[in-house]
C-alpha cells in the first residue's frame, strides 16, 4: 500500500493553483496514488463522503481546471511517471499519466523515435494532461494535436470502474473508442492512468529560420507558400507581432543581435525537419529566397547549428517573461483561419487602446494552424478584465471560431463556451457529463456548469 495522504495544512502552495497563479478555494487534502488501484482507492473513497478531486498534472494549464475549489481534494497523478512497456520496433509506447513530456521526448528519442509534441511547458507538464487538454504546441501543422498520437488510455471512472488496458493497435473498430472522448475532456469524464502512444521516426535534422515579413505581406499567403514548397518537412510556422518582437528581443541577450530589420515588423519562425541535411537546406534556401525576391520578406535569418536554433526559439518562447511584465494578465488562445489574424489583430488592438484603465498587448500564434494568442495586462480588477475579455470575444464570428484553439475552458473561459458550441452541443456534453460523473466528483464546474 503506497498511498499517500496529506490534510489541508500540509499541502504546498504549489498544489493550489495553476501557471496562472489563480486560487479558488482551500482544499480538503491531497493525494498522490502510486499505482491505479491506489487510484481507484482514492476516488470510491471520495465518492463515498460525496466529495470531489481536482485532478492535477504539472499545473502548467492556464484555463484554472488543476486548481482546486473550496473542500475538494487534489488528486496528483505525479507519482505515475514511468514507461510501462515500450515497443522500440513498432515505435508503441504505454506510459504512466504522470510522465512528464520532456522526460518522454528523451527516453523515445535514445531509440530512434519521437513523440511530436512538443510545447515551451515541455519541464513540467503531463502526458496526461497534455491528453486530457488535447493539447496542440508547436508541431501541429504536421502532426496535428496530441490526440493525432493516442492510440489507447487506461482512466479511472467517477464510480471507481477503470477503463482499460489501453488499445495498442493501430486499426481498432471494436466498438466506441473511449480514448476519444476522454481526449479534451479536462479531467471531466475520467481520471488518464495510462496512454498508449504513436510515436514517429525521429527526424536526423531540424533547421530554424526567422523571418522578417514586409507589412503588406498577407501572413496566409506566406504560410500556404512554405507549405507548397516545404511540403511535409515544414513542421512549425509561429509568428510574432512587433510588440512582442521587440518586447522578447529586449529581453534575450542573444535576440539583440537580430539585424534592426527586424524591428517593427511581424516575425515567423519556421521550422523544418527531414534526413537529408543538404537537401533540407537547399529547399529551404530556395524557398525564403524566393519570398525575399517577390517581396514578401524583408529579411531572414537562418540557424547553422542547435544552439543556434535553440536562441531563435527563445524568441518565440519568451513569452512567460513577457507575461511577467503585465501580471495579471488575460490571456487568450483563439482559434480562426489564419487570413482572418491579421484584421482580428487591428480590430483588437483598436479597442483595447479605448480601455481605462490602459493595458499592455502582446500577440502571437501557431500562424500554421489558425492559432491566434494574445495576452493583454495588467488588468487588476473583475471589471478591467472582464472589459478586456469582451472586447476580444466580441469580434469573433459565432460558432466558426474558437475561444480556445488548445487550452481548453476549465474555469476561466465556462462563459464563453457559447460563443463557440452550440446549445445543442453543450445539452450533449452535460448529458454525457451527468451518466458517467452524476455526483460531479471529477472536476465539477470545469468546462460548465451542470443544472441541477
Ligand atoms: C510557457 C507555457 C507554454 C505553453 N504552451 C502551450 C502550447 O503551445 N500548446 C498548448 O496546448 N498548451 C500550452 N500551454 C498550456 C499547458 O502547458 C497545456 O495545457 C498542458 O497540456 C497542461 O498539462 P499539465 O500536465 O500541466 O496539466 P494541468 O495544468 O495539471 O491540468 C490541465 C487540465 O487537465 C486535467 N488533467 C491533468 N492531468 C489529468 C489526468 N491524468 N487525467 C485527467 N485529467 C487531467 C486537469 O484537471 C486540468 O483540467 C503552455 C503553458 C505554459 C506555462
Not at 60 to 66: C, L
Not at 128 to 144: D, E, F, H, L, Q
Not at 186 to 207: C, D, F, S, Y
Not at 310 to 322: F, M, P, T
Request: hydrophobic share 40%.
Amino acid at each position: 500500500m503506497t498511498r499517500m495522504t496529506f490534510t489541508a495544512s500540509m499541502i504546498e502552495d504549489r498544489y493550489l493553483h495553476d501557471w496562472t497563479g489563480t486560487r479558488y478555494g482551500v482544499p480538503a487534502g491531497l493525494e498522490r496514488p502510486a499505482s491505479t488501484q491506489d487510484l481507484v482507492r482514492v476516488v470510491r473513497d471520495c465518492a463515498r463522503r460525496a466529495g470531489s478531486l481536482a485532478i492535477q498534472g504539472g499545473r502548467t494549464g492556464v484555463s484554472g481546471g488543476a486548481a482546486p475549489g473550496d473542500r475538494e481534494t487534489v488528486l496528483s497523478l505525479e507519482r505515475l511517471d514511468r514507461v510501462v512497456d515500450f515497443d522500440t520496433r513498432a515505435g508503441v509506447i504505454i506510459v504512466g499519466a504522470g510522465m512528464i513530456l520532456q522526460d518522454l521526448q528523451r527516453a523515445v528519442e535514445v531509440e530512434g523515435w519521437s513523440f511530436p509534441l512538443d510545447l515551451a511547458s515541455r519541464g513540467s507538464c503531463q502526458i496526461g494532461g497534455n491528453i486530457a487538454t488535447n493539447a496542440g504546441g508547436s508541431r501541429v501543422i504536421k502532426y496535428g494535436n496530441v490526440r493525432e498520437s493516442v492510440l489507447g488510455l487506461e482512466a479511472v471512472l467517477a464510480d471507481g470502474s477503470v477503463l482499460g488496458p489501453p488499445n495498442r493497435l493501430i486499426k481498432n473498430n471494436a466498438g466506441y473508442s473511449l480514448a476519444s472522448l476522454l481526449v479534451g475532456s479536462e479531467g471531466t469524464l475520467g481520471v488518464i492512468t495510462r496512454a498508449a502512444l504513436r510515436l514517429v521516426p525521429l527526424p536526423q535534422v531540424r533547421r530554424t529560420a526567422l523571418l522578417a515579413l514586409e507589412p503588406a505581406t498577407p501572413l496566409a499567403d506566406l504560410v500556404h507558400r512554405c507549405r507548397r514548397t516545404l511540403r511535409e518537412s515544414l513542421s512549425a510556422f509561429e509568428v510574432m507581432w512587433p510588440d512582442f518582437v521587440t518586447e522578447a528581443m529586449g529581453r534575450d541577450p542573444t535576440a539583440r543581435h537580430l539585424p534592426e530589420s527586424f524591428s517593427g515588423v511581424r516575425v515567423a519562425l519556421l521550422e523544418v525537419e527531414g534526413d537529408d541535411d543538404a537537401m533540407l537546406g537547399r529547399t529551404l534556401e530556395h524557398c525564403l529566397l524566393a519570398m525575399v525576391e517577390t517581396g514578401l520578406l524583408r529579411d531572414v535569418v537562418l540557424s547553422v547549428s542547435s544552439r543556434d536554433a535553440r536562441d531563435l526559439w527563445a524568441i518565440r518562447e519568451a513569452v512567460g517573461d513577457l507575461q511577467a511584465t503585465i501580471r495579471p494578465y488575460v490571456g487568450f488562445d483563439l482559434g480562426m483561419a489564419t487570413a482572418g489574424h491579421d484584421a482580428f489583430v487591428a480590430k483588437a488592438r483598436e479597442r483595447l487602446s479605448r480601455c481605462d484603465p490602459p493595458v499592455r498587448s502582446f500577440f502571437f500564434g501557431h500562424a500554421g494552424d489558425g492559432n491566434l494568442h494574445a495576452i493583454v495586462g495588467p488588468c487588476c480588477t473583475p471589471e478591467s478584465r472582464h472589459a478586456v475579455e469582451e472586447a476580444l470575444y466580441r469580434l469573433l464570428e459565432p460558432l466558426t471560431t474558437s475561444v480556445t484553439a488548445e487550452h481548453g475552458i476549465g474555469r476561466k473561459k465556462k462563459q464563453y463556451l457559447a460563443h463557440s458550441r452550440s446549445a445543442d452541443d453543450i445539452r450533449a456534453m452535460k448529458t454525457l457529463k451527468a451518466a458517467l460523473d452524476p455526483h460531479g466528483v471529477l472536476n465539477p464546474g470545469r468546462i460548465f456548469d451542470l443544472d441541477h
